[in-house]
């Protein structure tokens, strides 16, 4: 019997990751990830200011999980890489270093998020004298789970952008999307990044509250594109975002109201047959809060009826969902793993 049961066992690839950037905010969510995941190997963290400095003495709560040190260089032998730098230096640091055409790149910043953008002309470390590109394929699951599945790269998208989209995918799917969408949404001061600014520091932003980029937020672009993907015979209703600055550390919770036909039973039934299947995205009627999600890769998404509008409420955590956890669900698609490895992470709850 121990025998048939020792053929039966399948033992899931260990992956080889690479990780620029490892000393910020989503470098740091990645390396919390990558560090307990069953199926990774980390070859290297680079990090040009911190190299040769343990990881825990930048990202402190790891002492005692890891004794890997930053690295001022950089391998290509490894299966993925991953780029947990600014908006703009993606593009920059490729350009600056090439990576071998077997790596695999997911990329956490703007930089491939978008169509006129997703291509990039690779520089091999081979002296391979015709050109050759590297093509991103926009990393969100519950949209393009097939594509990422046999991509050799993928944009992640940005956490506003992916907070939205959970909220409207379903109602694009159907051509629903044809009038105006009114949304709202704050965000915890982690989504500034970790660089200071005069809207960053603790005596600012706490007991705060703040409007910014009205109507204008870039992640509108790639939230666009995705809609068009799903509704491309009909003109998607204009998108009026309105984003806060919360005084909180981690999480975004959106409201959004649109006019449509759609009953409450009919709405909730549309976006919870549109989800299922999708480990990470959870439909409920009830209501729903920033602590259920703090911490974990999960969006919640509740549907009501008002009058003629349906009203939506997404939450998730910007840094799981939203960025690191993400890129890891995408990792695990690219190489065959199941989707939630290394992803059954604890909501802080209270």
């Known amino acids: 019997m121990e025998q048939n049961i020792e053929k039966n066992l399948t033992i899931s690839p260990l992956v080889k990751v690479g990780v620029v950037g490892g000393a910020g905010y989503t470098g740091g969510e990645l390396l919390r990830i990558l560090i307990n995941h069953p199926n990774v190997d980390i070859a290297f963290v680079h990090s040009n200011s911190n190299a040769g400095n343990y990881i825990y003495e930048v990202h402190t709560d790891l002492f005692g999980d890891t004794e890997l040190k930053f690295s001022g260089e950089l391998s290509n032998e490894i299966d993925v890489l991953f780029l947990c730098v600014g908006h703009g230096d993606a593009r920059k640091f490729l350009e600056a270093n090439p990576i071998a055409a077997h790596v695999k790149i997911i990329d956490l910043s703007q930089d491939f998020r978008l169509g006129k953008n997703s291509k990039f002309q690779n520089q091999h470390i081979t002296a391979d004298p015709e050109p050759t590109f590297r093509t991103f394929v926009y990393g969100l699951p519950e949209l393009n789970r097939e594509s990422i599945k046999t991509a050799k790269n993928i944009a992640n998208p940005g956490c506003f952008a992916t907070c939205l989209q959970l909220g409207l995918l379903p109602l694009a799917s159907k051509g629903l999307l044809t009038n105006e969408v009114?949304?709202?949404?704050?965000?915890?001061?982690?989504?500034?990044?970790?660089?200071?600014?005069?809207?960053?520091?603790?005596?600012?932003?706490?007991?705060?509250?703040?409007?910014?980029?009205?109507?204008?937020?870039?992640?509108?672009?790639?939230?666009?594109?995705?809609?068009?993907?799903?509704?491309?015979?009909?003109?998607?209703?204009?998108?009026?975002?309105?984003?806060?600055?919360?005084?909180?550390?981690?999480?975004?919770?959106?409201?959004?109201?649109?006019?449509?036909?759609?009953?409450?039973?009919?709405?909730?039934?549309?976006?919870?047959?549109?989800?299922?299947?999708?480990?990470?995205?959870?439909?409920?009627?009830?209501?729903?809060?920033?602590?259920?999600?703090?911490?974990?890769?999960?969006?919640?998404?509740?549907?009501?009826?008002?009058?003629?509008?349906?009203?939506?409420?997404?939450?998730?955590?910007n840094l799981l969902k939203g960025a690191s956890g993400q890129a890891v669900q995408n990792m695990n698609l690219l190489f065959g793993l199941a989707e939630d490895a290394g992803l059954r992470l604890k909501a802080v709850a209270f």
């Open 182 to 317: 009114h949304i709202t949404a704050t965000t915890g001061s982690t989504g500034a990044g970790q660089s200071l600014s005069p809207t960053s520091h603790f005596t600012w932003r706490n007991d705060n509250l703040s409007v910014y980029k009205v109507f204008d937020h870039q992640h509108l672009n790639e939230i666009g594109e995705s809609l068009k993907q799903l509704q491309p015979s009909t003109e998607v209703g204009a998108l009026n975002f309105v984003p806060y600055r919360g005084d909180f550390t981690r999480g975004i919770i959106a409201s959004i109201y649109t006019e449509c036909d759609l009953t409450e039973e009919e709405a909730t039934k549309l976006y919870t047959e549109y989800y299922a299947g999708h480990p990470f995205t959870h439909v409920t009627n009830r209501n729903i809060d920033l602590k259920q999600i703090v911490n974990t890769n999960k969006c919640f998404v509740q549907v009501k009826k008002h009058g003629n509008k349906i009203f939506i409420i997404s939450i998730m955590d």
